[in-house]
Structure formats: C-alpha cells, structure tokens
C-alpha cells in the first residue's frame, strides 16, 4: 500500500525554467510533510517542509504548495540549475513528533543546460 | 561538527546468513533511524532507537533488529537474509527522539550501505 505516491520517475527540463515536481498521499493523518533530494553516493538531504496548516512555504528558489483536499502537494523549483539535477522525494508524516517519514518512490529531475 | 557514517559501504552476503550494519550519530543527536531503499523505491522506515531503546518500528519481520550504544551509535542487524533484503540501507540520526530536532525535521542521513544478497 503506497501511502505517498511520486508517478513521474523522471522529469526533465531546461536550465532557467521551472521545474514541478508532483507527490499525492492517501492517509489523511498525514499533516506534515517535506521534499528531501538525493545525489548518487549521498544520503538524502533536507529541502524544505510544509505543515497541513499552511499551504505553501518559500524558501529561496524552492517552494512546496499543499492542497489538502485534493492530497496533493508540490515542489516548485525556479529557476533550475544544473545543480538540482538529482532525485527528489517526498516524504510525510503524521504528526511532527512522529517517529517514522513514509517516503514516495522520488522523481529523478536533470536539468538540461 | 561531524555528520552521520555508515559502515561498510558496499557489502555482499550469501542468503540465509546474518549481517551487521553500523552507523554513528551526528555529534549532539541521541535519535538513530533505519531505512532500507530497494531499488527504484524510496526509503521504508524499518526501526527508530532513542536512549538504546526501540522507539517506533515499521513494517519488517523480527530477523531485523538493532541495538543503540551509550554513545548513541547504531547497529543494524538482520538474520536469515533474503535476496529481497538487497537494498540501500540508511541511517538517521536526530535529536529528542521522533524525528524533531529543529526546524528541518532534524534528520541527518547517513550515505548508506548498499548490501546485495546472492
């Protein structure tokens, strides 16, 4: 049972466009969620988060849109650089204190020069 | 202020034996986290231990099991290896207990080890 779901495995866009990456989740304990990315050889590392509260956060070039009622949240990334290309997961949890992230399958984003 | 290591990196083992993993926390964090990634898929949570004692497991039969040292270092063990035991395995460490410690969520991923089962 896939609670997060990632259905792009792949994405790939031009240096200076924006690239979306798209996540849908089934639990709706779910209320706190957050995009890790991953470069080969690394472990994943923190980008940015959304709490179910909100429905967007900014960070930079990075922001994550949050449609509850839909269960689905986003990442935009503008402009892309050639030092995003990496995977890009989504994670969720329930409850900020939870112990456990329930991750998608990530979504490998190149960016084309 | 050093981050999260994981040892060995690369590993092959033989199904049905036992494997250890290893992994040291990042300086100041008491919280270690286990995830195993197969291939194509993103990590599963396996086990969380805080103050060397389990703190949240997921959905993995009991030949996983794991143990946390004072120094809040981490090992990972899994008996009786399957072939669908290949996978990247990850660890995390954090701060409190969960998987807050800040405003980042407090995990710090280790860059994993990669065990093939054959």
């Known amino acids: 049972d896939q609670q997060v779901k990632q259905n792009s495995p792949s994405l790939s866009v031009q240096e200076g466009r924006i690239s979306i990456l798209n996540c849908d989740y089934t639990?709706?304990?779910?209320?706190?969620f957050l995009w890790y990315k991953k470069y080969p050889a690394e472990g994943p590392t923190f980008l940015i988060s959304?709490?179910?509260?909100?429905d967007k956060n900014e960070d930079g070039r990075f922001t994550v849109f949050l449609n509850k009622s839909a269960k689905h949240l986003s990442l935009h990334i503008v402009p892309s650089q050639p030092g995003d290309s990496a995977v890009y997961f989504c994670?969720?949890?329930?409850?900020?204190?939870?112990?456990?992230?329930?991750f998608g399958q990530g979504t490998r984003l190149t960016i084309n020069p | 202020e050093t981050g999260v290591t994981q040892s060995p990196t690369h590993l092959i083992k033989t199904r049905g034996q036992q494997v250890t993993l290893r992994c040291s926390s990042q300086?100041?964090?008491?919280?270690v986290s286990w995830y195993q990634q197969a291939l194509g898929q993103g990590p599963q949570f396996i086990f969380q231990?805080?103050?060397?004692?389990?703190?949240g497991r997921g959905n993995f039969p009991p030949r996983f099991s794991g143990l946390q040292f004072p120094n809040y270092s981490s090992e990972l063990n899994v008996n009786a290896l399957e072939l669908d035991d290949s996978a990247l395995y990850l660890c995390?460490?954090?701060?409190?207990?969960?998987?807050?410690?800040?405003?980042?969520?407090?995990?710090?991923f280790g860059s994993g080890t990669r065990l093939t089962v054959v």
């Open positions: 995390a460490s954090s701060l409190g207990g969960g998987g807050q410690g800040s405003t980042n969520y407090g995990y710090t």
């Open positions: 300086s100041g964090h008491n919280t």
């Open positions: 639990n709706s304990m779910f209320d706190y």
């Open positions: 994670a969720a949890s329930a409850g900020r204190r939870a112990q456990k992230l329930v």
């Open positions: 959304i709490s179910s509260i909100k």
């Open positions: 231990y805080y103050r060397e004692e389990e703190n």
